[in-house]
């Protein structure tokens, strides 16, 4: 406002109303009787000033892979400029890792999310799906393939391999940064057999199935952690030119052999093993010796020790079991007979009996009442046909079966 050469005044104003284009200017001029003598709103043309927008250049990854898809189209209403960054940065795997104490056969699989799981982007990323090499891959040092050991990671990594690839599982994509997964292995790496290493890569998916992003591959192995467990039953029986140890045979699917460890007095330092052996008897030399008996799996782990059990005036007696148990009849497939061992905690009527595919009782190989102990019976298949037939043991409240194969 300011006083004008007749005494009056001149005001003048600038107001914002909301809107587009809505700024207002307003000039007015009053006398020195304070009459209004001039008042105008006047709307006036803005000169919008578009914005300088500095966009950083965006580092390259020079080992981005092939992307499918069109680059979008990139539009920018004035004066509301949407920056859209040129690059599209795809996952990347930062880990492969074991997964600790189990069977093997799985790997934790990490990475970092795509660039454009992000609020804003101009594809919406909807999941991930983890990619694996379909053959087992084994790392031989003098592949290409083969990037140097780098720091923080003693293994070696592979670089973009070839072949074909196995949809494994998809993860849903949530703007996080990171992501983790735990997916199946082609093969353990083994003591016996080396490294074996699965290679994965993560792509990242839109709506569009022909818009994805893939990650470099990587690699990594898994491991079986988890030994079997000890022998059970161990017997040792001195005859007149041999001595037959026998056991029970282990559960667990991954069992491959038993090792037999022999010495001179009950608490023997197990050194070497004696022998090896895929059955669960092993013959020995007639004389007056102690065993022990482990189990491995096929990664190599070795159970503990079973025994000692010793022969020689009366041989030595194992421990009376815990636990009702049948084991897998041995050998398996037969022809014709096989034997079959059962463990009994106490003393209990037992009942024996071989089953065909139909159901139907092919023989009762025990039926009546037995010592506690470990027990084994044979059965010879040399009446019936090839095929498959089971046996159940009842004793007490305890009942299983488990399935044989005759096999001529
Ligand atoms: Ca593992
Ligand atoms: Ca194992």
């Not at 025990?366 to 019976?377: K, L, R, T």
């Amino acid at each position: 406002m300011v006083e004008v050469s007749d005494g009056g005044l001149a005001v003048t104003g600038y107001t914002w109303s909301y809107g587009a284009g809505s700024s207002d200017l307003l000039l007015a001029k009053f006398d020195a009787s304070g009459n209004t003598c001039l008042g105008e709103f006047v709307t006036p043309t803005v000169q919008s000033v578009s914005p300088t927008i500095n966009t950083p250049s965006p580092t390259v990854n020079t080992q981005s892979p092939t992307i499918t898809s069109p680059s979008p189209t990139v539009t920018s209403p004035a004066p509301t400029t949407t920056v859209v960054c040129e690059i599209q940065p795809p996952p990347r795997i930062s880990s492969i890792t074991d997964v600790g104490n189990d069977q093997g056969r799985e790997v934790r699989v990490k990475w970092h999310r795509c660039y454009w799981d992000t609020l804003g982007a101009p594809y919406t990323i909807t999941e991930y799906s983890i990619w694996r090499r379909v053959d087992q891959y084994k790392a031989f040092r003098s592949e290409a393939e083969i990037l140097p050991t780098e720091a923080g990671n003693p293994y070696e990594r592979i670089a973009y391999p070839p072949g074909e690839w196995d949809f494994i599982k998809t993860v849903p994509a949530r703007c996080e940064s990171t992501y983790s997964t735990i997916c199946p292995t082609v093969a353990d790496s083994t003591i016996t057999d080396g490294m074996y290493w699965s290679v994965f890569f993560v792509s990242a998916m839109t709506a569009d199935p022909s818009v994805y992003l893939d990650s470099e591959p990587d690699s990594g192995y898994s491991l079986d952690n988890l030994a079997p467990a000890a022998p059970k039953g161990l017997m040792a029986t001195l005859y007149a030119d041999s001595t037959v140890l026998i056991w029970l045979s282990n559960s667990e699917s991954d069992l491959a052999y038993y090792g037999i460890y022999r010495g001179s007095c009950p608490d023997f330092m197990p050194g070497t093993p004696l022998d090896y052996t895929i059955d669960t008897t092993h013959t020995d030399l007639a004389a007056v010796y102690c065993y022990k008996v482990s189990a491995f799996d096929f990664a190599g782990n070795e159970s503990s020790l079973t025994g000692p059990v010793s022969v020689g005036e009366g041989g030595t007696q194992p421990e009376l079991p815990k636990d009702f148990s049948l084991s897998q009849n041995y050998p398996n497939p037969f022809n014709p007979q096989t034997a079959i061992r059962y463990a009994l905690p106490g003393d209990a009527q037992v009942r024996l009996v071989v089953y065909n595919v139909a159901g139907q009782e092919i023989e009762t190989l025990v039926n009546e009442e037995q010592e506690a102990g470990y027990h084994e019976c044979v059965w010879d298949g040399k009446d019936v046909a090839t095929g498959i037939y089971f046996y159940r043991l009842r004793a007490r409240d305890f009942m299983q079966t488990r399935k044989m194969i005759l096999l001529r």
